[in-house]
């Protein structure tokens, strides 16, 4: 994407967020105070007003999830966000929504945790995000931006994929990413028309009742609608895949990180090669559905793996269960607020590496 | 061209509107820019940080880990973050608040921001004095650009500001120029 | 043959899952006739809650969504700022709205926000078996509070409409019951003032209707009516608390 200079603004990821979402057609949203994602919720507040849109400052996390919900059933395009704890209290809402096969982008800006933890930068949400952090068998479709113009860009696109699959889409950035400020242009077209919902709540104006519930209490009705929803995010794992793959080819090592840590570890490909070392980088951009086939073909020739996260191992579970063992996962992480630097990362990557090569004459398999 | 630029201070000393409006103009002279507050523990206690880095290339990690250049604007904030500097940085002292033996191997600018912009009437344009003064070594951008964004900051009710914002950096500007310097690395 | 009477045709003709005695079926029935009178079926948005109630939708005819537990005021929010030319009401139970959900409830009547809360107040959880609801009378016994609701151990019963009134955005506010055909004539009458409110753009309405849970009473239904008659309008006093037409407003 090469564009004009004069149609850049600098702004931070959380305003380019919110400005993306209003872009996208999005004219309802709901949200409550919380740092270290304010940006949005100010911006939304002078936005909206602006553009015919509706702003509330909810009440709690758990009234705007659910005001989301109204939203949404009456066919709107809808947003909220919040960080951490907010998010935890959304999580009920949040199965409900996918329950009911309700479209809304949730964006979390991650912070420190847990408990109140604190505002720094985190990527520990990520199993709560994936794996679903509420009850039942739901999935949401999860993007990790990793600059403010892929913030911009991915949540335009998460209204699509919403409407799309019927499904909650999140955004998962982190406090370095939301309060951080990059050039950003917003040059998909501003979407003014959007088709009308069949299934959405109206008014049964000279047509059969909708109903949007999840609610399945005759035998067997549940288990025939998971069987359904489940087909829905098969579907979703085969079409939906993204992520980003950077000198991979005869990579020593190859790297894998998102978000924040992703643009870390290309900082490290680069110090790297300057001292010798063939570094890649696999970055997954949809954490859900996870670029498991990309990771599984790379470790038929890739030697070993390193994953830098934000936490304590999160998403290295995923890389290991999609290369199935072929070849050794090692992990690097800080938590509770730490970023970790391109100097640490390299020194891992130089404890690691001589051991590869030593072992290349020997079996070696670490799950 | 990639500069990795701390600026760091008292929060209210104005370093998140130097290091903006910096980001900005160095957007509109077509450079890559990264423009972020820190949150490590290296800032608790009433200290504000600032990452910019202005790149004619790509900008990966946007952390800065080691500064090209570090602005300190207080002595308790310098403190903290010296230790980010290498041996070839630069560093810019507010020599009004802060009062430290030269460290090693640096380029040392010592510019008396605070006193200069109290001269002018406004202590808070301290941070225009230190702009005026780093762009001057530095040339990182035009300095008309850099003019234009501030003026686009000081609108309506701020708009008396940009005068005396502009005479800070001024002030800065000259203060370099006429050799009011500095501290050259010892060997 | 002239028809002289017929069910609405806004309600279902199915099988009620509703407990013999149970108020939820009249009341339900009431916004049916009102639907069909005025002939809003095609405009008007229900809200269900979690609790006896939840299966509100498979007895009206109109378009609905489920809700989280306690939270239908602000999905009728979220709703009505779609649609602010519908009707939208939320239908409550008294643990969904005075227990978990008594924030939402005190929110959306802060914000005036432009819906109508049918709150159908019968002093019990009914769905989970009978357990103490914050509206549950004193001395009544359930199967939390099995030797009856005691102030000092328990609590004193939450009265909504009393607590609401303090409420400057509050348009309508009016307790009602259905404990014989004149009271059922009157709680159709407000449930019709609070769509009137809503259609008016005067703000929040909410109609509270005293109901008989036979079952976790452990009384007939004749005497579960009588119970609201002598007992429970003691603590519940009917009358209206809030009225934008006589406030001028």
């Known amino acids: 994407m090469k564009s004009s200079l004069h149609n850049k603004q600098l702004m931070t990821g959380n305003e380019a967020a919110a400005e993306a979402a209003i872009q996208a057609g999005c004219r309802f949203y709901y949200g409550y105070p919380i740092t270290p994602q304010n940006e949005i919720i100010n911006h939304m507040a002078m936005r909206m007003p602006q553009v015919g849109g509706t702003f509330i400052q909810a009440e709690s996390e758990i009234a705007a999830i659910n ?165 829905k995010y098969r579907k979703i794992e085969e079409t939906e895949v993204r992520y980003e793959e950077i000198n991979t080819k005869d990579a020593d090592l190859v790297l894998v990180a998102y978000g924040t840590c992703a643009r870390i570890s290309r900082e490290v490909m680069n110090k790297a090669s300057k001292i010798g070392y063939r570094i890649g980088l696999l970055r997954p951009i949809t954490l859900w559905p996870f670029p498991k086939d990309a990771l599984r073909r790379l470790s038929q020739r890739v030697r070993t793996f390193m994953v830098v996260e934000m936490s304590a191992g999160q998403m290295v579970e995923d890389v290991k269960l999609s290369i ?18 391109t100097n640490e990362i390299i020194n891992n990557i130089l404890e690691v590496l001589p051991k590869i090569n030593a072992a290349d004459s020997v079996e070696m398999i670490e799950i | 061209m990639t500069e990795k630029i ?35 523990t290296e800032v608790r206690g009433g200290s504000a940080c600032y990452h910019l880095i202005v790149s004619t290339g790509e900008i990966y990690s946007p952390v800065v880990e080691e500064a090209d250049t570090l602005i300190a604007m207080n002595q308790p904030s310098y403190i903290k973050l010296k230790d980010f500097m290498k041996p070839d940085s630069l560093l810019l002292l507010n020599s009004s608040m802060v009062n430290v033996e030269d460290p090693p191997q640096v380029k040392v600018y010592r510019i008396p921001a605070t006193e200069i912009a109290n001269e002018l009437g406004n202590v808070v344009a301290s ?40 005479l800070a950096l001024e002030r800065g500007e000259n203060y370099v120029r006429n050799g009011n310097l500095i501290s050259l690395p010892a060997e | 043959m002239e028809t002289l009477y017929a069910p609405p045709k806004t309600l279902h003709r199915v099988a009620t899952h509703y407990c013999p005695g149970c108020g939820h079926g009249i009341v339900q029935r009431l916004i049916a006739e009102i639907i069909d009178e005025w002939d809003i079926r095609g405009k008007t948005i229900g809200i269900a809650p979690v609790g006896c109630a939840v299966l509100a939708y498979n007895y009206l005819d ?30 409550q139970g008294d643990g969904d709205l005075a227990a978990i959900g008594l924030a939402e409830t005190i929110h959306t009547a802060a914000r005036g926000e432009n819906i ?30 099995p030797e009856g609701r005691s102030a000092d151990e328990h609590g004193s019963p939450l009265r909504i409409c009393e607590l609401l009134a303090t409420i400057d955005r509050c348009s309508y506010l009016t307790r009602v019951s259905v404990t014989n055909p004149r009271n059922v004539q009157k709680t ?15 703000g929040f309405s909410l109609i509270e209707v005293l109901s008989p849970c036979p079952v976790y009473w452990r009384m007939s239904p004749i005497d579960s009516m009588r119970f609201i008659d002598d007992e429970m309008s003691r603590t519940y006093p009917l009358g209206t608390f809030k009225d934008w037409e006589k406030e001028g407003s």
């Open chain 1, 67 to 231: 005001m989301l919900h109204g939203s949404a059933a009456a066919g709107a395009r809808v947003m909220t966000s919040s960080s951490g704890p907010g998010i935890s209290l959304k999580q009920e809402g949040i199965s409900y929504l996918a329950g009911s096969e309700l479209p809304c982008v949730i964006v979390n800006v991650q912070r420190g945790g847990p408990g109140l933890g604190d505002i720094s930068p985190s990527q520990a949400d990520y199993f709560q995000a994936v794996k679903g952090g509420g009850h039942g068998d739901y999935r949401m479709i999860v993007l990790a931006p990793s600059s403010v113009q892929e913030i911009a860009d991915l949540v335009y696109d998460a209204f699509d994929l919403a409407d799309k699959y019927r499904n909650p889409v999140m955004i998962l950035g982190d406090a370095q990413l939301g309060q951080m400020m990059e050039p950003v242009e917003f040059y998909k077209p501003a979407k003014t028309y959007l088709p009308p919902k069949k299934w959405a709540l109206t008014g049964a104006d000279g047509r059969p009742k909708n109903v949007i519930k999840s609610f399945y209490p005759v035998k067997g009705e549940l288990e025939k609608f998971n069987r359904r929803l489940q087909k």
């Open chain 1, 324 to 341: 199935l063992g072929r070849c050794p996962v090692h992990f690097y992480g800080r938590m509770g607020g730490g970023v970790p630097s």
């Open chain 2, 6 to 40: 701390m600026l760091v201070g008292y929060g209210g000393q104005g370093m998140m509107l130097f290091g903006r409006l910096l980001a900005q103009a160095a957007m509109l002279d077509g450079k890559y820019v990264t423009f972020f507050p820190s949150y490590g």
């Open chain 2, 127 to 166: 941070n225009m004095v230190m702009m005026g003064a780093y762009n001057y070594i530095k040339e990182i951008i035009p300095t008309h650009l850099f003019l234009n964004c501030l003026e686009n900051a000081l609108r309506g009710k701020k708009a008396a500001l940009y005068e005396i914002n502009k």
């Open chain 3, 62 to 91: 109109i378009d609905m969504s489920e809700a989280a537990h306690g939270r239908p005021p602000a999905v009728a929010t979220g709703i009505k700022r779609v649609h602010p030319d519908n009707i939208v009401f939320a239908y």
């Open chain 3, 116 to 145: 109508t809360v049918i709150f159908v107040n019968n002093a019990v959880y009914g769905m989970t078996n009978g357990q103490m609801a914050p509206t549950t009378l004193l001395d009544q016994k359930t199967t939390t509070c």
């Open chain 3, 188 to 202: 159709k009458a407000a449930i019709k003032k609070g769509f009137r409110t809503q259609m008016g753009k005067k």
